[in-house]
């Protein structure tokens, strides 16, 4: 069964610094999302992408945060200048129409130091 | 505004038991799902509800969507130790939103 996949698993970092984390969403999905999950908390929405244009994004998703889909299969999340409280399990997900189920990767956990 | 009350926070169940949760909102919601989550992994969709009052069932799950589309409830029959683990509600609001919101989640623990 096709599944979203996202790297890396777990990344650390120095305040200050730029990440990137990547996506695989499932491939004849059109809508791609990413949430984060602050530790023990809700998962919460950053932003959602279709058709290579940010189509709804939440108040955390400031000018620190950018998405890309730099070719037909990844899909990006990059934070500028990370935060302490930037620190969260980042998700990925993706569905095939704006109704339907979203399908959640396995998440990226970053820890900002 | 578009919390989802999520309730309970947690349960702990004796193996075969059933156990009930819901997700209520003052906000009107076009589709509730139901995922489960264990730790350091990402939410497992279980079940999608997509119109007022539907009745869904996947195995040992049932869920359904509230008519007046602000709730929606899980039911798990005959528990297993692998039921363990963090059930969230997540609904799109009515409005066009593409976003899911999700609940705090319920933490389920089986003693076998």
């Known amino acids: 069964e096709p599944e979203v996949t996202q790297t890396p698993s777990h990344q650390v970092t120095q305040m200050g610094q730029e990440v990137i984390l990547r996506c695989v969403p499932i491939?004849?999905?059109?809508?791609f999302y990413w949430y984060r999950q602050i530790l023990g908390q809700k998962v919460e929405f950053l932003v959602s992408?279709?058709?290579?244009?940010?189509?709804?994004k939440s108040e955390i998703f400031d000018d620190q945060f950018s998405v890309e889909r730099p070719d037909g299969s990844n899909f990006t999340l990059k934070i500028r200048s990370t935060k302490l409280e930037d620190s969260a399990m980042y998700f990925c997900a993706s569905g095939t129409s704006v109704v339907e189920t979203q399908y959640f990767g396995p998440g990226t956990r970053l820890l900002v130091l | 505004g578009q919390q989802l009350n999520q309730s309970p926070q947690s349960m702990f169940i004796q193996e075969g038991e059933d156990v009930s949760m819901n997700c209520t909102s003052s906000s009107i919601f076009n589709t509730w799902l139901w995922y489960k989550q264990d730790p350091g992994e990402g939410p497992v969709l279980l079940i999608a509800?997509?119109?007022?009052?539907e009745l869904t069932s996947n195995g040992r799950l049932t869920a359904q969507f509230g008519i007046t589309r602000k709730d929606s409830f899980l039911n798990i029959s005959a528990s297993i130790p692998s039921d363990v683990g963090i059930y969230f509600c997540a609904g799109r609001l009515a409005g066009g939103s593409e976003k899911l919101v999700f609940g705090k989640g319920m933490k389920l623990t089986v003693n076998p």
């Open positions: 509800l997509y119109k007022a009052g």
């Open positions: 992408f279709y058709n290579n244009e940010i189509s709804e």
């Open positions: 491939s004849n999905h059109l809508y």
